[in-house]
C-alpha cells in the first residue's frame, strides 16, 4: 500500500510559477512509477508528467514539456512538480500518483490539490 498527500497548491498569476509536492508513505516508495495527473470539470482527466523508478526517466504532456519539471527525493519519499510560467489553462486539481514499476495502470492516487491560475 502506497499513501499519497499532495501539497504546494493555490492562487498564481499567469506566468507564475509554483512548486507542488507529494509526500508517500505506507509499505515502500521503492519500485514505483510516480506520476502527476490533472483534472478541470467537464474533461477528462489529463497525464501530466511521470518519473519512473528505474532511471529517473520522466515523460511530459506536450501542453507542459518545458514549462514543468518533475523530480523525486528518494529519501524523502517526495515527488515534485516545478511549474513555471502557468497559464489560465493549467488550471485543474492535480493529482499524484503510483504504480509499481511493472503495472501499466495507475493503482495510487492521492486527493489532489487545487492550482488556479488568473489572466
Known amino acids: 500500500q502506497v499513501q499519497l498527500v499532495e501539497s504546494g497548491g493555490g492562487l498564481v498569476q499567469a506566468g507564475g510559477s509554483l512548486r507542488l509536492s507529494c509526500a508517500a508513505s505506507?509499505?515502500?516508495?521503492?519500485?514505483?512509477?510516480m506520476g502527476w495527473f490533472r483534472h478541470t470539470p467537464g474533461k477528462e482527466r489529463e497525464f501530466v508528467a511521470e518519473?519512473?523508478?528505474?532511471?529517473?526517466?520522466?515523460s511530459y504532456s506536450d501542453s507542459v514539456k518545458g514549462r514543468f519539471t518533475i523530480s523525486r527525493d528518494i529519501g524523502k519519499k517526495t515527488v515534485y512538480l516545478q511549474m513555471n510560467s502557468l497559464a489560465p489553462e493549467d488550471t485543474a486539481v492535480y493529482y499524484c500518483?503510483?504504480?509499481?514499476?511493472?503495472?501499466?495502470?495507475?493503482?495510487?492516487w492521492g486527493l489532489g490539490t487545487q492550482v488556479t491560475v488568473s489572466s
Open positions: 500518483a503510483a504504480k509499481h514499476y511493472s503495472s501499466n495502470d495507475y493503482d495510487y
Open positions: 518519473i519512473g523508478w528505474i532511471g529517473g526517466i520522466t
Open positions: 505506507g509499505r515502500t516508495f521503492g519500485s514505483y512509477d
